[in-house]
T-cell receptor, first 116, second 113 residues
């Protein structure tokens, strides 16, 4: 399998549930990202990981908890979500240049999340 | 702060007609510019990118874009659209070393026979 994969593709959860989204990249990249895509709004960057270290948390509520065990895998743990958190959650990865700067991002297909 | 404006929310084009999608950015230095396409239920696929050099950039699926610094624009073009081009198109800008990609709100493209 190549590229960036995400599981599950669709998820329905109640506000009291705990669930996790998984992202895996097969591109040999060292940076990974979580984005939120809501209707009528631009893509919102949530988290950035470079070499497994979190380098950006874009004021995301603590009910979203990322985890990056290695450069190929990224998780987003969800708990006590709200209905307004319903959205498409996209994972992306990119290589890092020799100077440690991020280059072109490649996206997964996303997880469509519905919070009831 | 950098920003991206895609002034057209929705565009309808006849199959075989030419296409131009507009993108304007606000950024102080030379930006890195991207166009992505998103088909329904799918993630974003990179069409093309501009980092430096020739201001006319060729991408996949017959798309091209031209960087015009004087107009702060990076418009996407295709000479003849196909029904399979129906999708949502996103323009994005990044600044060197800041590691943050800012997206526009997207333009939805509908193709009619």
């Amino acid at each position: 399998e190549t590229g960036v994969t995400q599981t599950p593709r669709h998820l329905v959860m109640g506000m009291t549930n705990k669930k996790s989204l998984k992202c895996e990249q097969h591109l040999g990249h060292n940076a990974m990202y979580w984005y939120k895509q809501s209707a009528k709004k631009p893509l919102e960057l949530m988290f950035v990981y470079n070499f497994k270290e979190q380098t950006e948390n874009n004021s995301v509520p603590s009910r979203f908890s990322p985890e990056c065990p290695n450069s190929s895998h990224l998780f987003l743990h969800l708990h006590t979500l709200q209905p307004e958190d319903s959205a498409l959650y996209l994972c992306a990865s990119s290589p890092l240049s020799g100077q440690g700067q991020q280059e072109t991002q490649y996206f997964g297909p996303g997880t469509r999340l519905l919070v009831l | 702060a950098q920003s991206v404006t895609q002034p057209d929310i929705h565009i309808t084009v006849s199959e075989g007609a030419s296409l131009e999608l507009r993108c304007n950015y606000s950024y102080g230095a030379t930006p890195y510019l991207f166009w992505y396409v998103q088909s329904p239920g799918q993630g974003l696929q990179l069409l093309l990118k501009y980092f430096s050099g020739d201001t006319l950039v060729q991408g996949i699926k017959g798309f091209e874009a031209e960087f015009k610094r004087s107009q702060s624009s990076f418009n996407l073009r295709k000479p003849s659209v196909h029904w399979s081009d129906a999708a949502e198109y996103f323009c994005a800008v990044a600044n060197f070393g800041n590691e943050k990609l800012t997206f526009g709100t997207g333009t939805r493209l509908t193709i009619i026979p």
